[in-house]
């Protein structure tokens, strides 16, 4: 019998980046235990499509938690504000988008660590971009290395064990049709994935907004065509 | 009209540090916004405490918001796992008990840094404590501020605005004894708030667990005589 494979938590939102950075996390020869959050996002389509790659994927555990950050409020992704649409690369880039969730990895990676504390494990994944458009400051190398450096002060594990939590970030230097180009060179069906914030009429990509125009462009640029339904 | 008080986030789980230390932020000038998790505890009457506390010291906002950590795992307040009752200081005082839940002041911190930006607020209190008993790890000073420097790399107040983001801990140094001797110099009512891990049957604290120990143990080092019913 082959020695276990050690094991990593991945954050999966279902959507292009986080199902790359899980099909690179089982590339580098870990069982993935992929975690996914119910935060009252307005589509639950998004947690369908994790559930999607996680199967098709062979992750060895999905797990859903609920998290419900609509009482705290302050993002278009959990209240009713509009969703951009049609917008420039220049003015995306411009400050923090309103899509914006308050402390969104701080609290996602809180939960995955405490998910890995459980499993003793100490990798966790997530698929964070700094290059082709951010505005997110928790997506950054800095916020990163902070969150490492709390979760060793943070746990019984880094306590008592000395244990170092890794936070891989194997998307963060990557350009979009490059996450692209490598998903589709390890295989993933990105017809799995979702990325759109307004998908209407449901079932259909709205080719507008931030998201899909982000994601449309980068398959443009790696030469590939998208699976994915447009409206 | 006198100026706006100041917001602060008051973690309250409705037990006697809590409540103290949400005592002494309206002390501090703050008006109190308190936060409190439905986090599957296996019992909900420390969010009954939380919400008569709130109440009676006038919180200008409380919101209790659900976060189920159940299916992670991993401790004795959310698993079927026995608490331990009748133990020695001593005994208590070695390595992470039992009912250590992984990195929940992590998670709790992330939570309470998500609605401060929302609010707009920067200052944030948790009534953890260093000194009687801890074992828990993401209790200690270190703990504190590895948070408030990963608080102003996560948010957009922080990146943007250069918010410092500060995590009041004015229990950290506090023997139970000076914490009760505290809270009853500022009139809170120990009698609205709950500290036993195993009220059975129910409405009477158990007297015997870690918890019920220690308070008893504070009260009486301070001269004062606990309000609440015991088993």
């Known amino acids: 019998m082959p020695p276990a494979k050690p094991k990593a938590i991945v954050l999966l939102s279902g959507g292009l980046d986080s199902s790359t950075c899980l099909a690179m996390a089982q590339e580098q020869g870990f069982a993935v235990y992929a975690l996914s959050f119910d935060y009252g996002q307005r589509h639950q389509v998004e947690l369908a499509a994790s559930q999607r790659v996680a199967r098709a994927l062979g992750a060895a555990q999905h797990l859903i938690l609920r998290v419900d950050l609509r009482p705290i409020g302050g993002s278009a992704l959990t209240a009713d504000l509009e969703v951009p649409k049609g917008r420039e690369p220049q003015a995306m880039a411009q400050g ?42 928790d997506c950054r190398p800095e916020f990163i290395q902070a969150f490492e450096r709390l979760a060793r002060l943070a746990t019984r594990l880094g306590a008592e064990e000395g244990t170092d939590f890794k936070i891989h970030t194997p998307l963060i230097k990557l350009s979009k049709a490059q996450i692209i180009a490598k998903g589709a060179e ?36 790696a030469g590939l065509k998208d699976p994915l339904p447009y409206a």
Chains 1, 2 share one sequence.
């Open 96 to 137: 923090v988008p309103i899509t914006y969730v308050p402390a969104r990895n701080t609290l996602f990676l809180s939960l995955a660590l405490a998910w890995a504390e459980t499993l003793q494990c100490s990798d966790i994944f997530i698929g964070v971009n700094a290059v082709d458009y951010s505005g997110y400051p």
């Open 186 to 221: 390890l295989g993933l069906d990105y017809g799995l994935t979702h990325s759109c914030y307004d998908p209407t009429p449901p079932g259909l990509a709205c080719g507008q907004c931030d998201s899909c125009l982000l994601r449309l462009k980068g398959f443009a640029e």
